[in-house]
T-cell receptor, first 111, second 112 residues
Framework: DQQVKQNSPSLSVQEGRISILNCDYT??????FLWYKKYPAEGPTFLIS?????DKNEDGRFTVFLNKSAKHLSLHIVPSQPGDSAVYFC??????????FGTGTRLTIIP | KAGVTQTPRYLIKTRGQQVTLSCSPI?????VSWYQQTPGQGLQFLFE???????NKGNFPGRFSGRQFSNSRSEMNVSTLELGDSALYLC???????????FGSGTQLSVL
């Protein structure tokens, strides 16, 4: 039962352009969403988060959008840089429940 | 503050053996979670401990167990290792006042 889904396993974007990573969820109880970035052989590092009471959160080049009615969130990276090449995981939870991760999207920035 | 520390960094075992992985959370964090990462499977939740009590548990067989000590340090044990247990095992801690999880660098386990 995959409650958090990232349907694109990989994405390639030209340097300087916008990268858009998508995530869908099924559990309407989720009220907090996060994006993590992961390099090979390292632990994920926190990128940005959003509470269900908001529909947008911005931090520098990173913006997360939440559409609760569609149970969809997206991460926008503008402009994309070579150092952004990594695997991105979206995650969600509610209350004291476990943090549930998607399967990840490998982003490759083409110089 | 020091980050989440996991030891050992790499481990090679053979089928049937058992293994114990260790995790020291960020100072002051009382919640420790364990995740398994395999290619194509994302991060699969194993269990979470809070104040020495298991609070949540994922869908893994009983061969996977864990515990947490009074100083919040945690250990994870896998008995009767199988080839499919080869994975990156990640530990994460969180400040219960803040929803973010902070991850360690993981232990890469290879079962031969």
């Amino acid at each position: 039962d995959q409650q958090v889904k990232q349907n694109s396993p990989s994405l390639s974007v030209q340097e300087g352009r916008i990268s858009i990573l998508n995530c869908d969820y099924t559990n309407s109880m989720f009220d907090y969403f996060l994006w993590y970035k992961k390099y090979p052989a390292e632990g994920p590092t926190f990128l940005i988060s959003i509470s269900s009471i908001k529909d947008k959160n911005e931090d520098g080049r990173f913006t997360v959008f939440l559409n609760k009615s569609a149970k969809h969130l997206s991460l926008h990276i503008v402009p994309s840089q070579p150092g952004d090449s990594a695997v991105y995981f979206c995650a969600a939870y509610f209350g004291n429940e476990k943090l549930t991760f998607g399967t990840g999207t490998r982003l490759t920035i083409i110089p | 503050k020091a980050g989440v520390t996991q030891t050992p960094r790499y481990l090679i075992k053979t089928r049937g053996q058992q293994v114990t992985l260790s995790c020291s959370p960020i100072s002051g964090h009382r919640s420790v979670s364990w995740y398994q990462q395999t290619p194509g499977q994302g991060l699969q939740f194993l269990f979470e401990y809070f104040s020495e009590t298991q609070r949540n548990k994922g869908n893994f067989p009983g061969r996977f167990s864990g515990r947490q000590f009074s100083n919040s340090r945690s250990e994870m044990n896998v008995s009767t290792l199988e080839l499919g247990d080869s994975a990156l095992y990640l530990c994460a801690s969180r400040d219960t006042q803040n929803e973010k999880l902070f991850f360690g660098s993981g232990t890469q386990l290879s079962v031969l």
